[in-house]
């Protein structure tokens, strides 16, 4: 019989699943915070083997929240490895638990600074940026740009359907950056004017593949026509250690009621509304994915992940995944 899992911990799968909690930084950061208090708050027996049992309960229930931020594994992933850490001391196990979640969530915020630093000396003078959905890195590049004086004026999409450009928007605000709020359908009538988009990822893939919000592979490829440049901050752990196995990123898809209302469904009951979440923009699209070891051409993703996620790739071939 495992100990229940803590109401704060399931709140804050839930917070995930409704997308209280958004953004695959947030995300990766909140996964890692559940398992500190999933471990801070276990009341079972103190001996190593429940304990494990227990925290991958835990760990289910968190990465069943949403499938395609990779960050959300890859924390989890992070924080499991001390789980697994050998020892039969309860104590010391316990706490490598506790630290090796408070260093995740410490080293996720290091890492959007250190991508605001770098990703700022890409934007030019006098620069027009375009964005798209909610990123906490795009949002950081942008507004550490716009201190250095480059940044003239920013274009947030509003992002149909959950309309988390709001959010970008009210930061970009909130941060004092001139910002003008558009529909996602003006991406290709504004872009003439923009000079570089900024926006964030989801996943990566080893072939450098962006996944990012709906609608993010139309606003590159409107960039790509007009050749305005399309940089992507993203942190190391949004690179995908699964796509070195051949495993396709899932794309979620979410409720109809988010594109429609249920009224609107009801009556008219014969028509299927698809709502898919991600989409996926191929590395010829992309010119630099601004990341806190370096800014690297999507073709190097590879790179990436094998210096900074060879322990997950090591552990998903030996798991057979
Ligand atoms: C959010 C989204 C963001 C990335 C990067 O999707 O697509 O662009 O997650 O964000 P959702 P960040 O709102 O469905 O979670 O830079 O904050 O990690």
New binding site residues.
Partial sequence: ELSTIPQEVLDIAEGIRS?RI???????RSAAEALRIAAEKYQGEREPSVFRRYMAKVADTLIET?P??V?LPNAVMYVMQAVFQQTSDFDELKKGVIDAANRFIEDSLNA?KRIAEFGSKRIRENSVILT????????SVITEAYRQGRVVKVYSTETRP?Y?GRITTRQLLENGVPVVQIPDSAVRYIMHEVDQVV????TITSNGAVV??IG?SQVALAAHEARVRVFV???TY?FSPMTVIGELVPI?FRDPTEVVPQEWLEKHKNVRVLNP??DVTPPEYVDAIITEVGVIPPQAAIMILTERLGWAIDKIKQAGL
Avoid: L, P, W, Y
Avoid at 132 to 139: K, Q, R
Avoid at 199 to 202: L, N, V, W
């Fill in positions: 997308m958004r953004g695959a930084g947030k995300i990766a949403r395609t931020a960050s959007v798209h959905c909610h990123s906490t890195a795009a949002v959950f988390q926006i964030g990822a989801d990012n919000k993010t901050a993203a942190e949004k979620e979440s991600f």
